[in-house]
């Protein structure tokens, strides 16, 4: 299987969302792009402000990967779970710091910025948001 290659230009662009949590979102519909644009693409509006979400949500569900994305096929198995921010904006993404056994739908979990892969050509290590549940500090 070819190795997956990064593409720096893209990272680069997709920085913000995946450090942050921090995209774009349309004044009109109120749809979030995790990308920073000038048109919606829901409704076309150009209307659209810098917004950084929420750390914290809930899982909305989860599941565990056995067979993984090119690429991500030295961490299996991993979890991936379907997360509904505080501000209503779902998204999916691998959590990190638990066992299948420490999740429940509904719990509260906080992003927290963690390595995802090492890319095959380059050696690039990739950063990027993950979930886990809740750490009261
Ligand atoms: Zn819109």
Redesign the pocket.
């Known amino acids: 299987m070819k190795p997956l290659t990064s593409r720096p230009p893209f990272y680069w662009r997709l920085r913000p969302f995946i450090y942050r949590l921090e995209g774009s979102r ?1 004044s ?4 979030f792009h995790p990308l920073n644009r000038v048109v ?1 693409r ?4 150009r209307t659209l402000e810098r917004e950084r979400l929420n750390n914290a949500g809930r899982l909305v569900n989860y599941t565990v990967v056995h067979q993984a994305q090119e690429g991500f096929e030295k961490t299996t198995p991993y979890l991936v779970g379907w997360v509904e921010m505080d501000d209503g904006t779902n998204l999916v993404g691998q959590l990190t710091d638990c066992d299948p056994q420490d999740l429940k739908v509904g719990m509260t979990i906080e992003m927290v910025v963690r390595k995802l892969r090492v890319d095959g050509d380059s050696n690039l290590i990739v950063y990027g948001v993950k979930f886990r549940p809740l750490v009261q500090r």
């Open positions: 349309c009109v519909c109120g749809h919606c829901r409704c076309g509006s």
